[in-house]
């Protein structure tokens, strides 16, 4: 009975348009019984994966469902990207099929973790995000690094050897490395930047407190590093992006080194950010017994996931959305743009929230590297509450005070930045500022609502 109340609830949300389709049931179920989830989940027989990452978990969480399902699985699934207690039970209550995957908000990590007694935990990357919710990096490390502790011999886990707060959680007590443990990176150094970013989160050492040393790095913190002091050092992948082209908003050709074999992957989504989200989903496709020979022709026919690199027709121009929450995933975004821009300049939207879904404190803004994109703009509009300091920023980036536009209402700046943009506009939005966004756009039938 409060499975069926909880699922009409969720069809009467649908079906009034107003949202809440990936919550409303969730919450409702976990209202009426707190052990729904581990009740749910113990009749998934092809047992659970869980992903979490600061950046990356939705799309990692869809290349790994695309990799299922070139095996003819279909996962019970929070694709809509809904990853605390209460999407996950949305998910549990409403699809069909004996295996799970679902991505997890970093913090709610140990929670779910206990509840559904994952076969597998995919952990992505920690990144500065919305301190005011999740605090420093070092303090989620300290979390997972118990739910590494309390799985050991029940859960595999695949690990970014290229974050130092990730790859130190496959250390065992003697030190040495955890059994059930595989790990992946990349190893182009033409990928790497000149220097470590000023923004960069794990500067030192988790064992010993000393700075690490950085051979190279790639994303933020993420890179090749080791510690001087007490000599702790990335572990080597065991699937590893050994050559990287990076094609602008086309996306990019990997090579991949694996325990099965080398693989080809011509990856659809751009950025080096999505070259790691793709090496987590190859490796814990591997371990769930993915033929290797379907990795490639599986990611190749990949779309973005919801907000993260998708495309809208907007009568002749073209809309494409990229996330952006905090300053890593930002810099990568600008560093992709910088790519696209051509001699007449970027036509871009920025919707700047400050909502609780985005983190209350907006100063990340000014630890992203927006002077990437100094003479590469044509026009920018600023949406948002917090517009007019998005504008601030950008201003002191070095983008022409001309360029810039202040307009808060998000659909009355969004038709002003597609009615100035001569073909393209790259729209770059925090997460309630894209949930706005499609809003919009499905309210004018131009996407679809993302719980569809």
Same mark, same amino acid.
């Given at each position: 009975?409060?499975?069926?109340?909880? =699922?009409?609830?969720?069809?009467?949300?649908?079906?009034?348009?107003?949202?809440?389709?990936?919550?409303?049931?969730?919450?409702?179920?976990?209202?009426?019984?707190?052990?729904?989830?581990?009740?749910?989940?113990?009749?998934?027989?092809?047992?659970?994966?869980?992903?979490?990452?600061?950046?990356?978990?939705?799309?990692?969480?869809?290349?790994?469902?695309?990799? +299922?399902?070139?095996?003819?699985?279909?996962?019970?699934?929070?694709?809509?990207?809904?990853?605390?207690?209460?999407?996950?039970?949305?998910?549990?209550?409403?699809?069909?099929?004996?295996?799970? *995957?679902?991505?997890?908000?970093?913090?709610?990590?140990?929670?779910?973790?206990?509840?559904?007694?994952?076969?597998?935990? &995919?952990?992505?990357?920690?990144?500065?995000?919305?301190?005011?919710?999740?605090?420093?990096?070092?303090?989620?490390?300290?979390?997972?690094?118990?739910?590494?502790?309390?799985?050991?011999?029940r859960s595999r886990f695949v690990l970014n050897a290229d974050d130092p707060l990730v790859a130190d959680l496959g250390r065992g007590d003697d030190g040495g490395p955890r059994e059930g443990v595989v790990c992946f990176?990349?190893?182009?150094?033409?990928?790497?930047?000149?220097? *470590?970013?000023?923004?960069?989160?794990?500067?030192?050492?988790?064992?010993?407190?000393?700075?690490?040393?950085?051979?190279?790095?790639?994303?933020?913190?993420?890179g090749h590093y080791s510690c001087p002091s007490c000599g702790a050092r990335r572990p080597e992948p065991d699937v590893l992006a050994t050559r990287i082209e990076l094609h602008g908003m086309d996306g990019s050709s &990997?090579?991949?080194?694996?325990?099965?074999?080398?693989?080809?992957?011509?990856?659809? +989504?751009?950025?080096?950010?999505?070259?790691?989200?793709?090496?987590?989903?190859?490796?814990?496709?591997?371990?769930?017994?993915?033929?290797?020979?379907?990795?490639?022709?599986? +990611?190749?026919?990949?779309?973005?996931?919801?907000?993260?690199?998708?495309?809208?027709?907007?009568?002749?121009?073209?809309?494409?959305?990229?996330?952006?929450?905090?300053?890593?995933?930002?810099?990568?975004?600008?560093?992709?743009?910088?790519?696209?821009?051509?001699?007449?300049?970027?036509?871009?939207?920025?919707?700047?929230?400050?909502?609780?879904?985005?983190?209350?404190?907006?100063?990340?803004?000014?630890?992203?590297?927006?002077?990437?994109?100094?003479?590469? &703009? =044509?026009?920018?509009?600023?949406?948002?509450?917090?517009?007019?300091?998005?504008?601030?920023?950008?201003? #002191?980036?070095?983008?022409?005070?001309?360029?810039?536009?202040?307009?808060?209402?998000?659909?009355?700046? +969004?038709?002003?930045?597609?009615?100035?943009?001569?073909?393209?506009?790259?729209?770059?939005?925090? #997460?309630?500022? *894209?949930?706005? *966004?499609?809003? &919009?756009?499905?309210?004018?039938?131009?996407?679809?609502?993302?719980?569809?």
């Open positions: 009975m409060r499975r069926l109340l909880a =699922r009409a609830v969720g069809a009467a949300s649908r079906a009034s348009g107003r949202g809440g389709g990936t919550t409303l049931p969730g919450r409702l179920l976990l209202r009426l019984d707190r052990r729904a989830i581990a009740k749910l989940g113990a009749r998934l027989e092809g047992g659970t994966t869980l992903i979490s990452a600061t950046n990356g978990k939705t799309t990692t969480a869809g290349m790994l469902a695309a990799l +299922l399902a070139a095996e003819g699985r279909v996962p019970v699934h929070n694709r809509a990207g809904s990853n605390m207690t209460w999407g996950i039970a949305t998910a549990l209550l409403e699809q069909r099929g004996s295996e799970g *995957l679902f991505e997890v908000d970093e913090a709610w990590l140990p929670q779910v973790a206990a509840q559904l007694d994952p076969g597998l935990i &995919v952990l992505g990357n920690l990144f500065r995000d919305q301190l005011d919710r999740y605090g420093e990096t070092e303090v989620l490390a300290e979390e997972w690094a118990k739910v590494v502790a309390a799985r050991g011999g990176g990349i190893d182009d150094a033409a990928q790497a930047l000149p220097e *470590l970013q000023h923004a960069s989160d794990a500067r030192h050492c988790r064992r010993c407190g000393h700075p690490y040393a950085y051979e190279r790095a790639f994303v933020g913190h993420l &990997v090579t991949v080194r694996t325990p099965a074999g080398e693989l080809q992957v011509e990856l659809p +989504l751009p950025g080096l950010y999505n070259v790691y989200n793709a090496l987590a989903a190859i490796a814990a496709a591997l371990e769930l017994g993915v033929a290797a020979e379907k990795v490639g022709p599986a +990611l190749a026919s990949l779309r973005g996931a919801f907000g993260r690199v998708e495309t809208v027709e907007i009568g002749a121009k073209r809309a494409s959305i990229l996330l952006i929450k905090n300053p890593a995933g930002t810099n990568e975004v600008l560093r992709t743009l910088r790519l696209e821009a051509g001699e007449a300049g970027l036509d871009l939207w920025i919707g700047l929230n400050d909502r609780i879904a985005d983190g209350r404190d907006v100063s990340w803004i000014w630890d992203a590297d927006f002077e990437l994109l100094a003479g590469a &703009v =044509r026009r920018v509009v600023c949406a948002g509450p917090r517009a007019p300091e998005m504008a601030l920023r950008l201003k #002191y980036a070095g983008w022409p005070q001309e360029a810039i536009a202040v307009e808060p209402e998000i659909e009355a700046s +969004l038709d002003r930045a597609v009615d100035a943009a001569p073909e393209r506009l790259f729209a770059l939005p925090t #997460y309630t500022a *894209l949930l706005e *966004l499609h809003k &919009v756009l499905s309210s004018r039938g131009l996407t679809q609502e993302f719980w569809r």
